[in-house]
């Protein structure tokens, strides 16, 4: 597997194109590791055979990325985490048994990519069991998506009224919190954000 984005082969970003490209890249003579960082740590919705805490350099963890279908609306967007580049990221591998791989793969992107707005990576995880390769789910600053920098006004504005199918930003930004702290990773944003910069893990 290359260490490489997986873009997709045709212009306007095809999901099931992306889809077979990652599939291809993986090439099914292993198993998966899918690294997560957000929603994916509390709510994988998938079965996997071993979990590992897991930190990536070169990509972090930030609360920019316009949600107009899980966490908003097209006349509502809200906000979902993403991977930009820059910085480094704590969070959890997952490895997939190999024969499980196509099922994971197809329900993963039916969540994560709707609209196909996240570009897949093959990441380089450190673990306390040596180094791996994952799957995550990054995102362009150039992306339309991209929010760029957005002010605690904004994020208050968008955590009182932003709702969609899975629910509102505002939880799913403090449920991803509680899920970090569980696992005794401190995101500082993320405290900020949520206005809980005094916070402290044990």
């Known amino acids: 597997m290359s260490q490489t984005s997986l873009p997709p082969t045709a212009s306007h970003r095809n999901a099931q194109a992306m889809l077979a490209e990652t599939l291809a890249a993986w090439g099914g003579r292993e198993d998966l590791w899918i690294f ?6 509390w709510r994988p919705d998938f079965e996997f055979d071993e ?6 350099q070169g990509w972090h963890r930030a609360l920019r990325m316009w949600s107009r ?10 906000l979902v985490f993403a991977l930009l580049s820059g910085g480094s990221c704590h969070g959890v591998a997952f490895r997939i048994r190999r024969q499980r791989v196509r099922g994971v793969l197809e329900a993963l992107w039916e969540r994560e990519m709707p609209t196909a707005v996240y570009d897949p990576r093959w990441l380089r995880c450190t673990t306390p069991s040596g180094q791996l390769t994952a799957l995550a789910f990054t995102l362009s600053r150039r992306s339309p998506s991209y929010t760029g920098e957005l002010s605690q006004h904004q994020y208050l504005q968008i955590f009182a009224r932003a709702i ?10 403090h449920q991803t919190y509680a899920s970090l702290r569980a696992h005794g990773i401190r ?13 402290r893990l044990p």
Request: charged fraction near 25%.
């Open 51 to 56: 979990r590992r805490p897991a930190r990536v």
């Open 164 to 173: 969609g199918r899975y629910g509102s930003t505002h939880e799913y930004a």
């Open 36 to 41: 997560g960082y957000a929603s994916l740590i």
């Open 187 to 199: 995101d500082r944003q993320l405290e900020l954000i949520l206005g809980l910069k005094q916070a």
């Open 69 to 78: 279908i899980n966490r908003g609306t097209p006349e509502c967007p809200g």
